[in-house]
T-cell receptor, first 112, second 113 residues
Framework: NAGVTQTPKFQVLKTGQSMTLQCAQD?????MSWYRQDPGMGLRLIHY???????DQGEVPNGYNVSRSTTEDFPLRLLSAAPSQTSVYFC???????????FGQGTRLTVV | GENVEQHPSTLSVQEGDSAVIKCTYS??????FPWYKQELGKGPQLIID?????GEKKDQRIAVTLNKTAKHFSLHITETQPEDSAVYFC????????????FGKGTHLIIQP
């Protein structure tokens, strides 16, 4: 049982480059979300989804896009990377009615 | 939107003593309050959660209390052990987690031998 899988684990980008952070879950969870974690800031919500085809913005959505074409996958796209997007990114999923969110191991992104 | 404040930012206790971490939230509509433990290099892991229709919940050495009137909730760890050393986060949500979680900034718990 893999749970929530994030790829890649580490990534270095140049300013202005684009990339997609992948997130997949095998628990058939309805809810998925993306967070970024910066030192001293805790985790902040970027985007979330309550089901396939439905996404919404969180606290810090600027510079990021998401889509949810299947229940299993919830990719996060950086359109034009900026140094301010250097962070650790976590994907999470949870089941409707259960509440408990399961987190992936994170992607450490550095933008130079 | 929701705002969650967490205190203290660092807590050092002797092994075997108790540890208490406190959080306050701003949105009276929040109804789900989980606590997460994060070890270095790993994703957060749920250790206990509580819903707004319950005042207290306990799981072995860990307990959480919720005061809806004052809008604060606390994590209590008794008989602390070295493996309890980690960063702990509280969080809140309006829709049981459906719309994501608002996290506190974390408490670094250090268990002194």
């Amino acid at each position: 049982n893999a749970g929530v899988t994030q790829t890649p684990k580490f990534q270095v980008l140049k300013t202005g480059q684009s990339m997609t952070l992948q997130c997949a879950q095998d628990m058939n969870h309805e809810y998925m979300s993306w967070y970024r974690q910066d030192p001293g800031m805790g985790l902040r919500l970027i985007h979330y989804s309550v089901g396939a085809g439905i996404t919404d913005q969180g606290e810090v959505p600027n510079g990021y896009n998401v889509s949810r074409s299947t229940t299993e996958d919830f990719p996060l796209r950086l359109l034009s990377a900026a140094p301010s997007q250097t962070s650790v990114y976590f994907c999470a999923s949870s089941s409707k009615g259960q509440g408990q969110a399961f987190f992936g191991q994170g992607t450490r992104l550095t933008v130079v | 939107g929701e705002n969650v404040e967490q205190h203290p930012s660092t807590l050092s206790v002797q092994e075997g003593d108790s540890a208490v971490i406190k959080c306050t939230y701003s949105d009276s509509a929040s109804n789900y309050f989980p606590w997460y433990k994060q070890e270095l290099g790993k994703g957060p892991q749920l250790i206990i959660d509580i819903r707004s229709n319950v005042g207290e919940k306990k799981d072995q050495r860990i307990a959480v209390t919720l005061n809806k009137t004052a809008k604060h909730f606390s994590l209590h760890i008794t008989e602390t052990q070295p493996e309890d050393s980690a960063v702990y986060f509280c969080a809140a949500s309006r829709r049981g987690g459906a719309d994501g979680l608002t996290f506190g900034k974390g408490t670094h718990l250090i268990i002194q031998p």
